[in-house]
């Protein structure tokens, strides 16, 4: 390999000029405390929660069925609120999320026209028509006649007074008669009813399917209830309305739920079961008793049984009871078609019976993965985070294709009718039960404000999917986690800061789980360490679980718990759409001249020696030579070597030499290589180096730089590397740990980017004339 090679006696060492002032406005090292919320006695600076800490609270009892032939919720719930806030309330503001389903919603009115996606072949006659798939001219026309909403008939005080109220949109307004003061409560009720939407045609996180073969539904009813809207120290009361992507911002609470339903139904819902005499067989407790112990999942519906129930006729109806207690939300999942398998699982001490229900649709995938894909989760995520602490989780296959709940979540995959499946299909239902079982602890006990910041939900819950993907087995496919699944996101013009609302963010994947969780990954193995980070995301998760966090809470915890400065990472990639793209530029290697005459005369011959002769040079060579043709035109300087080693020259070499100290004249012979690395930060997100360097002796080493290292310029730096060795090759994140988009200007000497092609032939087409003549004569042979 070839270097600039440099000889200097004097070597500078001094970090290059500053390009960009430190503490000018574009640096990417000030610090964040000027964009985050001043701590205060609510919200600490070290990202606890403050001494005078508070959140509301509200308990539900709620009594509702399911009338099965219509379609319809019907249903009254009493809510007792505590205001725990310092502030007096004179109203309250509720959550109808099914009016999202109304005609005239604000998520209808305003959603933009579907995507007509042009022929692939312009001109080409078969495909010459715009598309769009059947489904969506299903919905389109299903939403202008479904009749959605929660429609209120009663709002009470406790004495059965009716309450002023007023509907506003997705929210409702709850005038109290008298003023709620700091720590006091109050009841009312509120009875509703609704139709169930078709969530297979109109989509939504709740619904039903219907099954024509069997003629069979499942319901999967949440967002179903009046919800007290979150009211915080940092928003006041949460009542951003419910445009369909915003998830849910809650209180916590304790729930007992009446839920009455056909008498053949197998209901699973948020909370414990009180009352399985009355709603379960003999058989089917018994075989619950048996789960206890199970060390595989027991069938408590068998899916012959589950088969058999699907032609059954209800002969009245059941009330299932359940309790929970300390969740922010409740929902359930009621059909005839359930298969039912649990099993018992020890969460470091915590006895939890993990189930899950599905229709015979769902086999064999389900009883295979979906009980054990919940004991996995619960294992991992309480390793990284606490102790999974409610007594159940469930997963249940309907309509919704993912989506959570405290203790129980829906999952959408499911096999070919034939019940055989594709590798996708089986990967997606591990991940999909991971990720919903996952999101009980966040947001469900981490209960970020999720209407607001998605990512601190599914940002963080899909960092920690990626480490029970992981641990699921060798090489899983974990679609999102990897730093390098990430890059083609960071350099497209969809990105948005992920500090975003929800309600805004383009590419809601990418930007609320990918690049979230890229960005923990990247944190944690690339920045902090596994060690560091481990400890201070265990801190952030116990601080707040149970408790409402903020960003600055966990950007704030995360340093205070690893003690390491992360504004520069934050402001990266959570506040920029900055990219990771750092360019090893140039290598500069400096020999140091030693000034002994007999080394440097014999290395600079050398390298005259080295040095090519111009194309002119050569041409010019051969050519008669004036002062061959006249030798007396030659004197001392035609023959005067510069390079030839002269007793003057050593008598000077000994003169210098005695002007210096002895730790001189050993630095002087120290014989190191000294290399300038120049580094360009060229998609503007500061990060580590990450350097491999190969020596031409064929060994190795790998330098990790901390990110710090571009503090003084952000834009471009160098690193020096003494060395007695001579580096053959230099690679910039060789792990492919740091998301870098551009990997060409990763090494050095560069390297081809690789890649495969393949020829193909342009495809004809008959023309009608040649297809009716294939008509007439079938035996012809067909064009391709
Ligand atoms: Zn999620």
């Given amino acids: 390999m070839r270097l600039f090679l440099v000889c200097l006696l004097c070597l500078s060492l001094n970090p290059p000029a500053a390009a960009q002032s430190k503490s000018g406005p574009g640096d990417k090292f000030r610090q964040l405390e000027e964009d985050l919320p001043t701590p205060n006695e609510y919200r600490t600076a070290s990202g606890a929660p403050g001494h005078r800490y508070w959140q509301q609270r509200a308990d539900y009892a709620i009594d509702a069925e399911l009338d099965d032939a219509g379609r319809r919720i019907t249903a009254r719930e009493t809510v007792t609120y505590y205001n725990n806030s310092p502030d007096t309330l004179s109203y309250l503001w509720l959550q109808l999320d099914q009016n999202v389903f109304a005609r005239e919603s604000e998520a209808n009115v305003t959603r933009e026209a579907p995507t007509f996606t042009p022929p692939p072949e312009p001109g080409d006659e078969y495909t010459e028509s715009h598309r769009i798939p059947y489904a969506t001219l299903d919905r389109l026309l299903a939403q202008q006649v479904f009749e959605g909403g929660q429609r209120i008939t009663a709002v009470r005080d406790a004495k059965g007074n009716p309450l002023r109220f007023t509907v506003v949109r997705t929210m409702m307004r709850i005038d109290l008669p008298q003023p709620l003061a700091p720590g006091q409560n109050t009841t009312f009720s509120v009875e509703w009813n609704y139709l169930i939407n078709d969530a297979k045609v109109?989509?939504?996180?709740?619904?039903?399917?219907?099954?024509?073969?069997?003629?069979?539904?499942?319901?999967?009813?949440?967002?179903?209830?009046?919800?007290?809207?979150?009211?915080?120290?940092?928003?006041?009361?949460?009542?951003?309305?419910?445009?369909?992507?915003?998830?849910?911002?809650?209180?916590?609470?304790?729930?007992?739920?009446?839920?009455?339903?056909?008498?053949?139904?197998?209901?699973?819902?948020?909370?414990?079961?009180?009352?399985?005499?009355?709603?379960?067989?003999?058989?089917?407790?018994?075989?619950?008793?048996?789960?206890?112990?199970?060390?595989?999942?027991?069938?408590?519906v068998t899916p012959q049984e589950a088969k058999a129930n699907e032609t059954s006729k209800p002969k009245g109806k059941k009330t299932w009871v359940y309790q929970a207690d300390n969740v922010r939300d409740f929902a359930f999942a009621s059909s005839r078609k359930f298969i039912w398998d649990a099993q018992l699982h020890n969460v470091e001490g915590n006895r939890v019976m993990a189930m899950s229900l599905y229709p015979n649709e769902g086999e064999p995938l389900w009883s295979k993965y979906s009980t054990h894909a919940i004991m996995h989760t619960l294992n991992v995520y309480s390793r990284y985070s606490f102790t999974y602490p409610y007594p159940v989780a469930i997963s249940v296959n309907g309509p919704v294709g993912g989506m959570e709940y405290p203790m129980i979540c829906f999952n959408g995959p499911r096999p070919e009718p034939d019940g055989t499946y594709t590798a996708?299909?089986?990967?997606?239902?591990?991940?999909?039960?991971?990720?919903?079982?996952?999101?009980?602890?966040?947001?469900?006990?981490?209960?970020?404000?999720?209407?607001?910041?998605?990512?601190?939900?599914?940002?963080?819950?899909?960092?920690?999917?990626?480490?029970?993907?992981?641990?699921?087995?060798?090489?899983?496919?974990?679609?999102?986690?990897?730093?390098?699944?990430?890059?083609?996101?960071?350099?497209?013009?969809?990105?948005?800061?992920?500090?975003?609302?929800?309600?805004?963010?383009?590419?809601?994947?990418?930007?609320?789980?990918?690049?979230?969780?890229?960005?923990?990954?990247?944190?944690?193995?690339?920045?902090?360490?596994?060690?560091?980070?481990?400890?201070?995301?265990?801190?952030?998760?116990?601080?707040?679980?149970?408790?409402?966090?903020?960003?600055?809470?966990?950007?704030?915890?995360?340093?205070?718990?690893?003690?390491?400065?992360?504004?520069?990472?934050?402001?990266?990639?959570?506040?920029?759409?900055?990219?990771?793209?750092?360019?090893?530029?140039?290598?500069?290697?400096?020999?140091?001249?030693?000034?002994?005459?007999?080394?440097?005369?014999?290395?600079?011959?050398?390298?005259?020696?080295?040095?090519?002769?111009?194309?002119?040079?050569?041409?010019?060579?051969p050519l008669p030579k004036r002062v061959d043709e006249f030798p007396t035109l030659k004197d001392f300087y035609n023959t005067y070597d510069e390079l030839v080693v002269t007793e003057r020259d050593r008598e000077e070499y000994q003169k210098f030499l005695s002007t210096l100290t002895e730790r001189e004249r050993e630095l002087l012979r120290t014989g190191m290589n000294f290399y300038v690395l120049e580094f360009r930060n060229v998609g503007g997100l500061v990060m580590p180096l990450i350097l491999q360097v190969e020596y031409t002796d064929g060994t190795r080493e790998e330098l990790r730089i901390p990110a710090e290292i571009w503090r003084y310029n952000n834009t471009a730096v160098s690193k020096l590397i003494m060395t007695r060795k001579e580096i053959a090759a230099l690679t910039l994140d060789p792990h492919l740990e740091t998301a870098d988009t551009d990997l060409a200007n990763n090494s050095f000497p560069r390297r081809p980017v690789k890649s495969r092609f393949q020829l193909f032939k342009e495809r004809t087409r008959p023309n009608p004339m040649q297809r009716q003549e294939q008509k007439q004569t079938p035996e012809a042979p067909r064009n391709p």
Wanted: hydrophobic share 35%; aromatic share 14%.
């Fill in 424 to 621: 996708r299909t089986k990967y997606g239902l591990i991940s999909v039960v991971i990720h919903e079982v996952g999101h009980n602890y966040f947001p469900m006990i981490v209960n970020s404000d999720e209407r607001q910041w998605t990512w601190m939900d599914e940002g963080l819950n899909t960092f920690l999917q990626y480490l029970s993907e992981q641990e699921w087995e060798t090489s899983y496919p974990s679609r999102r986690g990897e730093p390098q699944n990430i890059t083609d996101y960071m350099v497209s013009e969809a990105q948005v800061p992920i500090m975003t609302n929800s309600e805004s963010v383009l590419q809601f994947g990418n930007n609320a789980y990918g690049k979230p969780a890229t960005a923990l990954n990247v944190l944690r193995e690339t920045v902090l360490g596994r060690e560091l980070f481990d400890f201070a995301f265990r801190e952030y998760a116990r601080r707040w679980k149970f408790k409402r966090p903020m960003p600055a809470d966990f950007f704030r915890t995360m340093e205070d718990a690893s003690g390491v400065d992360l504004d520069w990472f934050w402001r990266g990639w959570f506040y920029t759409t900055d990219h990771v793209d750092i360019s090893l530029e140039q290598v500069r290697l400096y020999a140091l001249d030693t000034r002994d005459p007999g080394a440097e005369k014999a290395a600079r011959r050398r390298e005259r020696e080295e040095r090519p002769q111009t194309l002119s040079q050569q041409r010019n060579a």
């Fill in 202 to 300: 109109l989509g939504g996180r709740t619904g039903y399917e219907f099954f024509p073969r069997d003629g069979n539904y499942i319901y999967e009813i949440a967002q179903w209830f009046p919800r007290m809207a979150a009211y915080n120290d940092v928003s006041g009361w949460q009542h951003k309305q419910f445009l369909g992507s915003g998830e849910f911002t809650l209180e916590f609470g304790n729930y007992r739920v009446r839920l009455t339903v056909p008498d053949d139904h197998v209901v699973a819902a948020t909370g414990v079961l009180q009352n399985p005499q009355e709603v379960l067989t003999a058989a089917q407790r018994q075989r619950l008793k048996q789960a206890e112990t199970a060390r595989e999942p027991v069938f408590v």
